[in-house]
């Protein structure tokens, strides 16, 4: 071929990629306005601040693709315009579906123009992904380091489709041409509680006359509290708590059955708790113990074989204690205590259900205590520092870590060594596990709460209990349990949905909580056009790939796995420009 040909053969390919790359560039433009606000989560609190209202209504819909929030073209502006309606804000950011024409909107509502190193949460990024001067993209910002802006939006993504680009986790994007400060209205809002719970010091409902009974009162949005104590159904106090206080307490000077509740105030908005029965009795004639009380350290209800496990009793009048365990019914343990010891610890070597309780004795007097229910099992340990799949026998589903960290289960994933579902298990010196996703580096955590229901998802390493997993052997399967909680980690309500979300829950020795470790020999993490395969994309991976499409060499079979960057099948200047573009980000 001679030099004039490869010249114009070489004109026409990179007049196809401009043209492929211009037709890219304009998935972030947005055209009509359109509302699709009643298709947001509203996992999310208004404060009353604009700004991060803002953010709050942006962050419940990561992940969330154009196509279930039902956008019907490009829809980066009308995201912002639909979020800013949400916050109640559409006076300070009058909607619009084209970014050219929402910053001009946003600057005659009152906003003004601030500089990176300024920027806030709250404030609203332009960008100009094609580099004419002009804004074609918007997001949100999210968060501030120096000059160091993240952001996040709508239609975001390189599917190349409105329909299945997503609202963006917060990042570092791109060409931001100018930034807009809102002139948010923000305003103080008074939210109702929405719960309120009252109880008795140690849950008592028997009580001395003259003794000072304690009562402490809790609830989400309370300012302060009323109290209502009735006795023999007559109302005897109605008092209001001064503002912050959660505490009161009043001596009860006749015998008999009585009744307390609170009403939890913000404002003129209440709500009322639950109600607490309790009874006064003369005791001045007798020494019996009244109320007996066993509880375990920290409350709870899970234990390894072989751990020495901490019985706490208490009482009001016992001179000594005797404790009972059962072991799958039958009596194991029934010892006294030497008088003045309210301790009592006990290694079990058998896994299984147990119960425990205490006689409170004073001569012969005695009542019996609550009963406890706890279970031991064996803890696992398995090695460490290795690579495993964990995955759910009964949904056949892997636990996968999505792009917004949360993580649910999903059919498993061929493509790159699938490190999204790839985990790194790593053992400590108190034979807990940190689990580390192969994919974002980020730590298996769970939300810091003891409440079943808690949110199982990745984050960075803390090295705290929430982060640290005890393993523990159940027929051909594990359970995992966080360091922090008594749940284990289940399945939401075992649903074998794809995508279904992983939690913290009681343990109940269902399917949902149980799971197989299936060990990854040798496992290499593949990066989607790392064609030198060094581990990080750099301009060195981008030249075979180049040289491959002018047909100038052949690529190996690894190579070609790792070009196809958008896993539809074929290497093209689609995959280049994907490649270029991740580049770019960096």
Not at 6 to 28: M, V
Not at 32 to 47: H, M, P, R
Not at 504 to 511: G, S
Request: proline content about 2%; overall charge negative; some cysteine.
């Amino acid at each position: 071929m001679s030099v004039k040909k490869n010249c114009k053969f070489l004109l026409i390919l990179f007049g196809l990629l401009s043209l492929i790359l211009s037709f890219q560039c304009s998935q972030f433009s947005a055209y009509a306005t359109q509302s699709k606000k009643q298709n947001f989560s509203t996992n999310y609190t208004l404060t009353g601040n604009g700004g991060t209202d803002m953010v709050a209504i942006a962050s419940a819909q990561i992940g969330k693709t154009g196509k279930q929030l039902g956008y019907t073209e490009d829809w980066c502006a009308d995201f912002v315009s639909d979020c800013a309606t949400l916050a109640g804000q559409s006076s300070a950011i009058p909607a619009h579906g084209r970014a050219d024409y929402l910053d001009s909107n946003i600057l005659k509502a009152g906003g003004y123009k601030v500089s990176k190193s300024n920027a806030q949460p709250g404030d609203i990024a332009f960008y100009d992904n094609n580099y004419n001067n002009s804004p074609d993209h918007v997001e949100i910002v999210y968060q501030v380091s120096g000059s160091t802006v993240k952001t996040f939006g709508g239609n975001t993504g390189s599917t190349g489709s409105y329909s299945t680009n997503k609202v963006s986790s917060p990042r570092t994007y791109g060409n931001i041409l100018y930034i807009i400060r809102p002139n948010y209205n923000n305003t103080s809002i008074s939210t109702c509680p929405t719960w309120a719970t009252l109880s008795t010091q140690d849950n008592r409902n028997i009580f001395n006359i003259g003794e000072q009974v304690q009562f402490k009162m809790n609830s989400d949005n309370a300012k302060y509290y009323v109290i209502g104590i009735d006795y023999e159904g007559k109302r005897i106090v109605t008092s209001s708590l001064t503002e912050g206080y959660d505490l009161y307490c009043y001596a009860f000077n006749f015998s008999g059955n009585y009744t307390a509740y609170v009403s939890a105030y913000n404002g003129d908005n209440h709500i009322e708790s639950n109600i607490v029965s309790f009874k006064v009795i003369d005791n001045s004639a007798t020494t019996c113990p009244t109320w007996a009380n066993l509880s375990t350290q920290d409350n709870r209800i899970i234990f390894n074989i072989g751990e020495q496990v901490q019985f706490k009793m208490s009482s009001d009048n016992a001179k000594y204690y005797v404790i009972g365990i059962d072991y799958e019914g039958e009596r194991i343990v029934t010892s006294p205590l030497a008088e003045g010891y309210d301790l009592y610890c006990y290694a079990f070597n058998f896994s299984g259900n147990y119960t425990a309780y205490v006689s409170a004795y004073n001569g012969d007097n005695h009542v019996e205590s609550n009963v406890i229910n706890f279970k031991v099992y064996p803890k696992a340990d398995i090695g460490t520092d290795f690579y495993a799949y964990i995955m759910n026998p009964k949904v056949q589903k892997y636990l996968t870590a999505e792009s917004n960290n949360n993580v649910d289960v999903k059919s498993k994933i061929s493509r790159f060594g699938s490190p999204e579902q790839v985990w790194k298990f790593t053992r400590k010196e108190d034979g807990s596990y940190k689990i580390t996703n192969c994919k974002n580096k980020l730590a298996l955590d769970s939300t810091e709460t003891t409440e079943p229901k808690a949110n199982v998802y990745t984050y960075q390493d803390c090295n705290n209990e929430c982060q640290s997993w005890d393993l523990f052997e159940q027929s051909d399967s594990y359970f995992l349990k966080s360091k922090y909680t008594e749940c284990v980690m289940d399945i939401d309500g075992g649903k074998t949905d794809e995508g279904t979300n992983v939690q913290m829950y009681t343990k109940n020795d269902t399917a949902a909580q149980a799971f197989q470790i299936l060990k990854i020999e040798n496992y290499t993490i593949k990066i989607p056009g790392d064609l030198n395969q060094d581990g990080t994309l750099s301009l060195t991976d981008l030249i075979p790939l180049q040289q491959s499409l002018l047909r100038q060499t052949t690529l190996t079979a690894d190579q070609a796995q790792l070009a196809d960057y958008n896993g539809d099948g074929s290497i093209n200047v689609l995959d280049l420009m994907l490649l270029k573009r991740a580049l770019l980000a960096l």
